[in-house]
């Protein structure tokens, strides 16, 4: 390669990164509604809460927090350092997470760029993998370890199709799929919710349906929020980008019997965004 084919080279590719961050930027120009607003408001405070309570105690490393929150084996002694793993970058994941959701970080490509990979190559990725370990060692038993398991499987995939999206340039396509990835990082928030929602539904019949064992009503509850925790995040979130999708190809109709679009460009304000076949044009 000569010494000219490498500046043409370099110039493409910095015009390719130019024009990647110009498209990023403009897909957050709409401004957020209140209601979005107050939505993510309640995602990021919510998320710090569990951050708080659930990830910040194992940086004790102490044994005793873990035995006490989820059980241990005593017989893998390798069974704790993957809690701790798992949960310190859960933490990470869910702290940073719902910031990628204000409009202010998106329209700073940069920040928006290192903030994902810190989301996913510190947070979602090995928690995911040290998670999937973490479900077969449970002992809230099989059907719970299944469902955790499962959990971990979605949340690993939606995190690797969306940054493959994202480095082809399908960037609508990304950006629904880090929705999905986010919808199951926030499993460890709605574990919660739901665990003492069923704790309380459940402490009327404590007498006599358990007999006064508490800990098969935990048991119970905690076996159902296995599932109970990501798969409605995940339905919902499905069924929004779903509707998503209706209403901008009904608005994409109404637009071209108004005035013809050329080449594939959907207008935005000043710049034109690119949809390929799987992306939605922008609202």
């Known amino acids: 390669m000569t010494a000219a084919d490498s500046l043409q080279a370099s110039g493409s590719e910095a015009n390719r990164r130019d024009r990647r961050d110009e498209i990023v930027a403009a897909m957050s120009r709409v401004p957020a509604t209140r209601r979005r607003r107050g939505r993510v408001v309640v995602i990021v405070v919510l998320s710090m809460l569990i951050v708080l309570y659930a990830s910040v105690p194992y940086l004790l490393l102490d044994p005793s927090i873990a035995r006490e929150k989820v059980g241990l084996r005593a017989h893998v002694p390798w069974h704790f350092p993957l809690l701790v793993v798992h949960a310190l970058t859960g933490g990470i994941a869910l702290l940073v997470g719902p910031w990628q959701f204000v409009r202010r970080v998106r329209r700073l490509p940069r920040v928006h760029r290192y903030l994902g990979r810190v989301f996913l190559f510190a947070g979602v990725m ?101 599932w109970l925790a990501w798969v409605p995040n995940v339905l919902v979130v499905e069924w929004y980008l779903r509707r998503g999708r209706a209403r901008n190809s009904e608005f994409g109709s109404r637009r071209g019997r108004r005035s013809p679009r050329t080449d594939g460009y959907p207008s935005h304000g000043s710049l034109a965004v690119p949809v390929d076949s799987h992306s939605r044009p922008v609202r």
């Open 126 to 226: 090995p928690a995911s993998l040290t998670g999937m370990v973490d479900a077969w060692l449970s002992t809230a038993g099989p059907l719970a370890s299944l469902g955790f398991a499962l959990l971990d499987v979605v949340w690993l995939f939606t995190a690797v199709a969306g940054f493959l999206a994202a480095r082809s340039g399908r960037y609508r396509d990304h950006q629904d799929w880090m929705i999905r990835c986010f919808a199951a990082t926030f499993a460890a928030v709605t574990l919660r919710l739901w665990l003492i929602t069923l704790l309380l539904v459940q402490l009327p019949l404590l007498h006599s349906v358990y007999h006064d064992h508490f800990h098969d009503l935990f048991h119970t509850a905690y076996v159902s929020v296995a």
